[in-house]
C-alpha cells in the first residue's frame, strides 16, 4: 500500500487549508480506514489521531477537532481528505495519512488504538499556522 498526501502548506491563524490522501491499495484488501495523524514540533515522538474513514464511507472525527476538522470520502474508496478550518498555531505539525487493514469482526482503531497499529503510512504534509 502506497500513500501520498497533499495539500499541506502556511495559513495564518484563523484560515483554512485542504489535505487530501490517496491510496494504492491491492485488491486483497477488501475491508480497510484510512486515517489522518499529526505530529507537532512540541511532541515529536507521538502521532495525534484526527479521524478516519472506513472503505465504505463511514467516517470519524476525534472530539477535540471536531467543529473544525472535517474528514471526508474525496471521490473514492481510496481516497480521505480532511478539510480543516479556523486553523490555530497549536495545528502546526506534520500530518500523516494512514492504512489499517480490518479483519472480519474487527474495526478501525484510528481513534481509539495505539498509532502504531496502523499498517501503513505516508509520508506527511507539512501544516504550518503562523501570522
Known amino acids: 500500500v502506497l500513500l501520498a498526501e497533499s495539500g499541506g502548506g502556511t495559513v495564518q491563524p484563523g484560515g483554512s487549508l485542504r489535505l487530501a490522501c490517496t491510496a494504492s491499495?491491492?485488491?486483497?484488501?477488501?475491508?480497510?480506514?484510512l486515517g489522518w495523524f499529526r505530529q507537532s514540533p512540541q511532541n515529536p515522538r507521538a502521532r495525534e489521531a484526527l479521524?478516519?474513514?472506513?472503505?465504505?464511507?463511514?467516517?470519524q472525527v476525534a472530539e477535540f477537532v471536531k467543529g473544525r476538522f472535517t474528514v471526508s470520502d474525496d471521490g473514492g474508496a481510496n481516497r480521505v481528505a480532511l478539510q480543516m478550518d479556523n486553523l490555530k498555531p497549536d495545528d502546526t505539525g506534520i500530518y500523516y495519512c494512514?492504512?489499517?487493514?480490518?479483519?472480519?469482526?474487527?474495526?478501525?482503531?484510528?481513534?481509539?488504538?495505539?498509532?502504531?497499529?496502523?499498517?501503513?503510512w505516508g509520508k506527511g504534509a507539512q501544516v504550518t499556522v503562523s501570522s
Open positions: 494512514a492504512f489499517e487493514i480490518i479483519l472480519r469482526d474487527s474495526f478501525c482503531t484510528v481513534l481509539t488504538g495505539p498509532s502504531n497499529r496502523m499498517d501503513y
Open positions: 491499495i491491492p485488491v486483497t484488501y477488501t475491508n480497510y480506514c
Open positions: 479521524a478516519y474513514k472506513y472503505r465504505d464511507g463511514d467516517t
